[in-house]
């Protein structure tokens, strides 16, 4: 299977099975000297980490990292880092029955017509658990980013139709970053907005009697970026970014800055316009851009939301077909989250990281001047 690698410069590849004995990344590239423990991994994958409330799959898995390389001595060593999230808690009986039939939503028909053949067992790499691997490795590029003042915070900003308050509030300094990362911590769905949150809780819990899933969207700021980072044609930061997010399975939309409402607006209100301010520094007014201009970043917030599709997994009878095309009635059992959104922000942050550390890691020899100071 080709397509299980990410990166340019700073690299990762996953690798392991929803039900198999566990899985794991490679990050390549990493720089060496940058403080690393398993501990700081750790605290990424319990963000994501099934079974912690009424939302999330009551799958038990405690996802605790093991450090195979690439540190010593409390720091990366310039070699490639190996991590590996043991499965601990596999109940592959759970999915024996739809070994017989294809279940709508999941890539169970076109596995079948890819490779003549699937693993049935929750859908093995096409599986959600696959993003464990990435939150690990996108752990080390949120610590790489640290390093040099540049933040990531992502956070739910819809379920279905209850819409929280977000960057507006943080962009009209209502909020600052820290304060909209707290709100979102007290919410089990991931939402720093208390009542939007009580608002959406209420309505999955309706959804939940009905045997039914909801979806909604993740919303992202980057903080902190020099300007210049991607490139003008087909690696472009803000479709490194889009790559990024939809290689995440229940991702099935992508936009940045205004997004698809640039089409509802004119040429003057689409454009940022700039200013120079009191230290000199060139700005720009609004940020309608969403951070990137011609592909490469402008110096300000990158702001940019994914659309995250229901749960396809739910126990209401859905119609579908048998591997020999006989019709059939499926009601899928087994754990399930009712709403991927919440568990999916961290993936989100994650991969914006590690799209963000690619990029730094390019941009070093896009001048001269760059590398004699490194020379």
């Known amino acids: 299977m080709n397509g299980s690698s990410f990166g340019n410069y700073f690299k990762i590849t996953t690798f392991g099975e929803s039900h198999g004995a566990a899985l794991g990344v490679i990050i390549d590239g990493c720089p060496a000297g940058l403080p690393l423990s398993a501990d700081n991994i750790q605290t990424y994958l319990d963000r994501r980490r099934p079974g912690q409330n009424s939302y999330s799959t009551p799958r038990k898995e405690n996802d605790l990292v093991e450090v195979l390389s690439g540190t010593f001595e409390g720091r990366t060593t310039g070699t490639p880092v190996a991590l590996l999230i043991r499965n601990e808690s596999q109940r592959s009986a759970d999915y024996s029955e739809i070994a017989s039939y294809y279940r709508p939503g999941h890539a169970d028909f076109t596995f ?9 067992r929750g859908g093995g790499r096409s599986s959600g658990r696959e993003t464990a691997a990435r939150v690990a ?45 707290s709100m979102r911590d007290k919410s089990p769905l991931n939402m720093p907005d208390a009542e939007a949150s009580a608002r959406a809780e209420r309505f999955l819990d309706e959804l939940r009697g009905q045997h039914n899933s909801a979806g909604g969207t993740i919303e992202c700021i980057l903080r902190g970026l020099p300007a210049g980072l991607g490139d003008t044609v087909f690696e472009k930061f803000d479709a490194r970014l889009a790559h990024a997010m939809l290689s995440i399975g229940a991702v099935k939309g ?25 230290a000199g520094a060139i700005k720009k007014r609004t940020n309608h851009a969403g951070g990137v201009l011609g592909g490469m970043t402008d110096g300000s917030d990158v702001l940019f939301r994914v659309a995250v599709k229901p749960t396809p997994s739910v126990a209401a009878p859905q119609e579908t077909v048998k591997k020999d095309g006989t019709p059939y009635t499926a009601s899928i059992t087994g754990r399930h989250d009712p709403v991927i959104v919440p568990r999916a922000v961290v993936v989100v942050e994650c991969m914006a990281a590690l799209t963000a550390a690619d990029a730094l890691l390019g941009n070093l020899g896009s001048r001269l001047e760059h590398l004699k100071k490194l020379y």
């Open 137 to 181: 490795a996108g752990a080390i590029a949120c610590a790489l980013l640290g390093e040099l003042g540049i933040t990531v915070c992502a956070y739910t900003k819809s379920i279905s139709d209850t819409v929280c308050f977000g960057t507006d509030d943080y962009l009209s300094g209502r909020f600052s970053l820290d304060e909209l990362v």
């Open 254 to 278: 992508f936009e940045i800055g205004s997004g698809f409402g640039a089409a509802l607006l004119t040429g003057t209100e689409q454009n940022d316009a700039f200013y120079t301010d009191e």
């Open 112 to 120: 079948d017509a890819k490779y003549g053949f699937r693993d049935y």
